[in-house]
């Protein structure tokens, strides 16, 4: 993908990598869009990037997934790509973790990122493009990571089969 004009919403641009991110495309002539959970956190990423609209949203609450995809596409007049930077971790055995810690690590990690996608499916064009950060647990899962490695190769799985959906439109 061109990314010089590209419009590329960043969901976690709050976080270190999604903080490189942004920087990273800024840099490269792209025009960005901060999502972030926390207001403040949002500001203060936005100061480096003038101009740039920001969008809120918390992972569990999946709807706000799709406002934020809505509002980004709605200040950029529309969007290239749709990338997912956030994310939980946890460690621990897997005897010893719990269900509560289990069901977070799939809220954030997966029905959260998802509703980010199937959102973007409805506002992308041909030569647009989707992307996540999983984590090379995915492909080799670690131990005292068994929630956490699920949680991310869950992910992975729904990119694999979502990307032999929508490649035929033309989105990556
Ligand atoms: N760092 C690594 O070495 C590494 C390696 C492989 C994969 N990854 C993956 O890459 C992603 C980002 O990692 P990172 O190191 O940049 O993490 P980080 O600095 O801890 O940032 C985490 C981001 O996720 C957001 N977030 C967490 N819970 C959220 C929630 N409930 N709703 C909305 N946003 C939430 C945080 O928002 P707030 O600012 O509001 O807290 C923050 O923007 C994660 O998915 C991680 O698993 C990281």
Redesign the pocket.
Known sequence: MNLDGARVLVA????????ALTAELGARGARPALA???PA?LASAARAHPGAPTVT????DPASCARAVDGAARELGGLDAVVT?????AFGPAAEVGDEIAEHLTA??VL?PTAFFRAAFTVLGPGSAIAA????VARRPQAGMAD?SAS?AALSAWLDAARREVRTGGIR
């Open positions: 976690g641009a709050t976080g270190v990598l999604g903080g972030g959970r926390d956190r949203f918390d992972a569990y930077a956030f994310g939980s971790v954030v990690n959260a950060f999983t984590g090379v956490y991310k």
